[in-house]
Structures are given as structure tokens and as C-alpha cells.
């Protein structure tokens, strides 16, 4: 049997490899019902805690982490334990939680023709969340698949899930990415070194100019004013468009995404400006 300090720990792991960054999902330390928003609470995590898991090779759901992680977790929560249920020919593990994403599951051999299927449902999921997760733990039983999250194979799973359960609703707000960005820098897993070597090569002049002011003044809303005197200068006043503003800068984040950088940096601000935050 499995518990939330166990699925606290699986999804530490995933945080310190990436997965979740580099997927298009977004760590927050509170609970947001949204499919892509990731519940890591904030327990104040000591750096031993992170070192264990790091270190530790269980990267599962269902596998065994450090017994001095789960007990630094246990000490700071009551944790919820899984059930045991059969359907559909399978033993289901499952956990009822806050935390995590919106559906986990992982998929485990036990002999020749027989499997258990650990899984996980968020208290905002319905009946049909739950059978679109199953779902594509029976797919990954069928093609004998250990793709995780980002790869073809995933992502075919989740095409599969969608045409049964339709596509579930992917908004992602600005305050979404933002505290995830902020969250995870505390964390000590946003990689903002692939922003300062950003090759420049990709961009107009235009747009160079005006990255390089928004980054200057990170954290600083930069007027619409303001963004259009970096673009067109002295011309500013009879070129001035908010639809060719919002225009140039779909374009760099177009551009910032095509260099490998999976995260929002640009934000718009309704009414005042554009902001630039890691």
C-alpha cells in the first residue's frame, strides 16, 4: 500500500528530473483546479530531504523511496492511504489526494499476463477523469510501453484519451505560470541559464531591442508606451498598434519556446504592459 508521503516523494523526483517542466505542466505549492497545474505542497523541504531523492532510483509510482524522506513528510502531514479495487480484470492501487497532477498511474508486471496499476485521482477529478486515466493505463498495458511523460509514446497515449473522453481544458493563465516560475526557483529547479545564452541570432533587430530592455528590467511591467517607443522609435507615435505590439511578441515567445525553453518568461499585463520574469 501506498500513501501521500510516498506520492509526495514521487513527485519530488519527477520535479528534480525535469519531467513536469519540460512536459507543460506547472508546479504549484497550492491546490488549483487545473489539468495542468501540479499540487507539490510547500513543507518547507530540508536540503537533506532533496538530496535523498535525488540520489534515491525509485522514480515510479508504487516504488519505495528513503525512509528518512518519507518520514521528514509524514512528520508535517497526515498522510492519506491508497485502496485496493478490482476492474476490468485489473487490481487498481489507488489514492485519493489534493496533491499532484489531475491523474497518476504507473503500471507494474507482477507475473506472465497479470498487472497492478497504481494510480492516483485529485478531489477536483470526476467519474470520467478517472476512467480516462485508467484508460491510458490499459494502453501503456497494451503496447508494453514505459514512456513517460513528453515522449512520442505519451503523447500518442493522450491522443488515444482524447478521441474517447475529448480534450480536457488546457487554459493556462498568466498567474499559473507566474507562480509556478516563482515556485520553483525557490525550489532550486528553475534553469534560467538557458535564458542568458539565448542566441540572439534568432531575432530581428526589433525584437532584440526589446528583449533585452524587458530582461533589464525584469519583474518591472514595461508599458505599452514604452514597448512601443523600443520599437519603433521616433516613429512610436504614428506606428503605435496594440495588435502589432501582441503581434511581436507571440513571435519571440514563438522563438524562446523553438530554443528549448519550455516556460512563459513574457507576460502580458492587461492594461499597463509586458513583463519579463524567470
Known amino acids: 500500500m501506498f500513501d501521500e508521503a510516498d506520492y509526495i516523494c514521487f513527485l519530488a523526483k519527477s520535479i528534480s528530473l525535469g519531467l513536469y517542466q519540460s512536459g507543460g505542466f506547472y508546479v504549484v505549492p497550492e491546490f488549483i483546479s487545473n489539468k495542468k497545474a501540479v499540487y507539490f505542497p510547500n513543507l518547507n523541504y530540508s536540503p537533506k530531504f532533496w538530496n535523498l531523492i535525488k540520489k534515491c532510483k525509485s522514480k515510479n509510482l508504487g516504488d519505495s523511496y528513503p525512509t528518512e524522506a518519507l518520514k521528514e513528510i509524514t512528520s508535517k502531514i497526515m498522510p492519506k492511504k491508497s485502496k485496493v479495487l478490482k476492474k476490468d480484470g485489473l487490481e487498481i492501487e489507488l489514492l485519493n489526494t489534493d496533491y499532484g497532477t489531475s491523474g497518476s498511474y504507473f503500471v507494474k508486471k507482477k507475473k506472465i499476463g497479470t498487472y497492478k496499476v497504481y494510480m492516483t485521482q485529485r478531489t477536483d477529478n470526476t467519474k470520467v477523469d478517472f476512467e480516462r486515466t485508467l484508460l491510458l493505463a490499459k494502453l501503456k498495458i497494451k503496447n508494453k510501453d514505459l514512456a513517460e511523460i513528453g515522449s512520442v509514446n505519451w503523447h500518442k ?11 480536457p481544458s488546457n487554459l493556462v493563465s498568466d498567474d499559473l505560470i507566474l507562480k509556478s516560475n516563482k515556485y520553483l526557483k525557490k525550489l532550486g529547479f528553475y534553469d534560467n541559464k538557458l535564458l542568458s ?22 519583474s518591472k511591467i514595461v508599458s505599452f508606451d514604452k514597448t512601443a517607443e523600443i520599437l519603433w522609435k521616433n516613429n512610436s507615435y504614428d506606428k503605435y498598434s496594440p495588435q502589432a505590439m501582441a503581434k511581436v511578441i507571440e513571435n519571440m515567445r514563438n522563438k524562446i519556446r523553438g530554443l528549448g525553453i519550455n516556460k512563459e518568461v513574457i507576460f502580458t499585463k492587461r492594461g499597463r504592459g509586458y513583463i519579463f520574469q524567470t
Open 157 to 167: 497515449r493522450n491522443g488515444v484519451a482524447e478521441y474517447f473522453f475529448g480534450k
Open 197 to 218: 545564452n539565448l542566441n540572439l541570432k534568432e531575432f530581428t533587430l526589433q525584437e532584440t531591442n526589446l528583449l533585452q530592455y524587458l530582461r533589464d528590467n525584469e
